[in-house]
């Protein structure tokens, strides 16, 4: 990042899902920011690696999303993925955010 960039903050609010490739399980396609806007989880990480904030708020509660290589299911491949740092609770995670 150069010095002296601004850095974006977005908030999540919403998920897209898809069915993965073998059909075993819904995993997150994009996400979608409380102003409305759709954003895949490839762009999301683009963002991320740029020095941008994403978080995810629901229910009052909020944590930070970060990108990792792959979807965590054993048999997926889907590449890049995402997912929120572990805080003790559940409400705010990309898997129970609402779809959107």
Same mark, same amino acid.
């Given at each position: 990042?150069?010095?002296?960039?601004?850095?974006?903050? #977005? @908030?999540?609010?919403? %998920?897209?899902?898809?069915?993965? =490739?073998?059909?075993?399980? /819904?995993?997150?396609?994009?996400?979608? &920011?409380?102003?409305?806007?759709? #954003? @895949?989880?490839?762009? %999301?990480?683009?963002?991320?690696? =740029?020095?941008?904030?994403? /978080?995810?708020?629901?229910?009052?509660? &909020?944590?930070?999303?970060?990108?990792?290589?792959?979807?965590?299911?054993?048999?997926?491949?889907?590449?890049?993925?995402?997912?929120?740092?572990?805080?003790?609770?559940?409400?705010?995670?990309?898997?129970?955010?609402?779809?959107?």
């Amino acid at each position: 990042m150069k010095r002296g960039s601004l850095v974006a903050t #977005y @908030t999540v609010t919403k %998920v897209r899902k898809e069915r993965s =490739a073998d059909g075993s399980h /819904r995993h997150i396609e994009g996400v979608i &920011t409380d102003s409305g806007v759709h #954003y @895949t989880r490839a762009e %999301v990480v683009n963002s991320i690696n =740029a020095g941008h904030v994403w /978080r995810t708020s629901n229910l009052g509660r &909020t944590a930070t999303i970060v990108p990792m290589s792959y979807c965590p299911s054993s048999t997926c491949l889907a590449k890049p993925y995402i997912r929120t740092n572990a805080d003790g609770t559940t409400s705010d995670n990309l898997e129970n955010l609402p779809e959107g």
